[in-house]
């Protein structure tokens, strides 16, 4: 299956399920708590994962955003600290990758790996 550079809504919602279930199993984090208001840092964290992986995959950053029940206007912030996170913190990279790749090997992508 190859993943077309705009996904359709039901596509793109299946993505982002399949993803936060990922980031849920890896983090330890239930998906209503990820999806909560609360500013913790597992949860910030699983927040992160999953924006990161999903934008990978084409979904539209406010899409994803709101996806985990926030604002999208937060998008700009979460691509900052995404990008802070990948400088300086090895196992975000890590992580990322983890779900990344079972994301990738679930949906059995054709298109070449970032």
């Known amino acids: 299956m190859s ?12 993505f982002m399920s399949f993803i936060l279930e990922k980031v849920c ?4 984090n239930a998906s209503c708590a990820i999806k ?9 964290y699983a927040r992160y994962i999953f924006f990161d992986v999903a934008t990978k995959f084409h979904i539209k950053p406010s899409k994803a955003v709101t996806f985990i029940g926030r604002n999208r206007t937060l998008m700009y912030p979460y691509k900052q600290a995404v990008n802070d996170l990948y400088d300086v913190n ?3 990279r890590v992580d990322c990758n ?14 070449g790996r970032t």
Request: negative net charge; proline residues 5%.
């Open 3 to 14: 993943i077309p550079s705009r996904l359709s809504p039901e596509k793109a919602d299946e």
């Open 25 to 28: 199993s890896l983090t330890g």
């Open 36 to 44: 909560s208001a609360s500013r913790k840092w597992s949860l910030m």
């Open 90 to 92: 090895a196992q975000f």
């Open 98 to 111: 983890v779900v990344y790749e079972s994301t990738f090997e679930h949906f059995d992508c054709d298109y």
